[in-house]
């Protein structure tokens, strides 16, 4: 099966010498929160029958393996299962150098072969498949039955949020939360003004970080999952007291599930009644239509609690259907998009009647460009959030 390779002598090699499933795991926690990239080589010994995995065949795998361990840019970790995973900055040289070895030696006469000994990975971009392998070689994941795919792209299942969600919990989720202010901003010229502050887990980023093979559209309940795992990151942190020591106004974007969760429990508990009074909960249209009877309770329950609530509408949404759903939310985001009506058109006059006549209870967000700004003024909007009016607004901030 394998061609005989002399390498330098080498002291017996610990159990405990190296670093273990644990501690990569911690790796693919911070590659995530700092978007490290990292190439990963993982050896599968534990794949190879009881007569290759026995004493010459194994010495020979690991005399090709053995020169990683010492290789000063490579990280290697070994598992409980027997594989082990060897960790490089990109170029990542001596990955490539063991793989090249490998294939010199595996004559695949024997059913062996590079790829079925050796496996590439990207991190962040696959984390949630290094997750996956790590609880798996920890006992914390059944067997799955293999993911179908269609046109060679897996289909997103239970299996894939579920390393997607392990991923998450250990993850530090800055890279994918945004933060901005809503500012007021007068047509006659002057600085934005800052009213709050929004954060929101930038969904787009995240499932591009755990779910790189997959179409989170596919499966929206499963998407949903995932969005409520992220929103309950966010309030986790927000609950933390070198936080709540810096109170301001602040208007979280979440889903009804995130806030019927402990996390949102939790922070509940600890605002006094002078904050709970300054933190806005936006949710979307779409979830309050979906259930108008079930979402009242839950409405009449966070504002029973001292909470002010927003209504985020997207271009699609009717005007009749915005002035249904507006009924107890103190505040309608509209999001920016190209897709909303033009100027002076019947669409656009629907959608003016259709808002609060209170210009302070309306907001336009993703303001990405000035032609919102103008489209806003006209509409009414003095509120404004996005890029361009957090550009302006650090700009100001810096002079």
Avoid: K
Avoid at 187 to 196: L, N, V
């Amino acid at each position: 099966m394998l061609a005989h390779r002399v390498m330098p002598d080498r002291p017996p090699r610990s159990p405990f010498a190296n670093p273990g499933a644990i501690e990569l795991a911690a790796l693919v926690r911070d590659a995530v929160a700092c978007g490290a990239e990292r190439e990963v080589l993982l050896l599968r010994l534990s794949g190879l029958t009881a007569a290759q995995r026995r004493g010459h065949h194994r010495r020979l795998i690991e005399d090709v393996w053995y020169p990683l361990r010492r290789a000063t840019r490579a990280q290697v970790f070994d598992l409980p299962n027997g594989d082990a995973v060897a960790v490089e900055a990109p170029p990542a040289n001596h990955l490539a150098r063991i793989r090249a070895a490998f294939g010199e030696m595996l004559d695949g006469q024997q059913g062996v072969t590079v790829d079925g000994l050796l496996q590439q990975l990207r991190l962040p971009q696959q984390a949630a498949a290094v997750m996956a392998m790590v609880e798996s070689v920890l006992g914390l994941a059944g067997e799955a039955p293999p993911t179908p795919s269609m046109g060679g792209r897996p289909v997103l299942d239970a299996a894939a949020v579920q390393a997607a969600e392990q991923v998450l919990a250990i993850a530090d989720i800055e890279p994918v939360l945004r933060r901005g202010w809503a500012c007021r901003l007068e047509p006659g010229g002057g600085a934005p003004e800052p009213c709050w502050e929004e954060r929101r887990i930038d969904m787009v980023a995240l499932c591009a970080a755990v779910l790189p093979d997959h179409d989170p559209g596919a499966a929206p309940d499963l998407y949903r999952r995932l969005r409520c795992a992220a929103d309950r990151r966010l309030l986790a942190g927000l609950a933390r007291p070198d936080v709540l020591r810096r109170p301001r106004d602040r208007c979280l974007s979440l889903t009804p599930e995130a806030v019927l969760s402990q996390e949102f429990l939790r922070l509940d508990t600890l605002l006094p009644a002078a904050l709970r009074a300054r933190l806005t909960i936006a949710m979307p249209i779409a979830d309050v239509l979906a259930d108008p009877e079930g979402f009242a309770p839950l409405q009449a329950d966070l504002l029973g609690r001292g909470l002010r609530l927003a209504l985020e509408i997207d271009a699609a949404a009717e005007p009749p259907l915005i002035r249904v759903a507006a009924a107890g939310f103190g505040l309608l985001c509209l999001g920016w998009s190209a897709a909303l009506p033009a100027l002076g058109s019947p669409e656009a006059r629907a959608l003016a009647d259709a808002l609060p006549r209170d210009r302070n209870r309306m907001i336009l967000t993703g303001v990405d460009r000035p032609a919102a700004i103008a489209w806003g003024w006209e509409m009414g909007f003095r509120l404004f959030s996005g890029r361009l009016i957090e550009r302006r607004r650090q700009l100001v901030q810096d002079l």
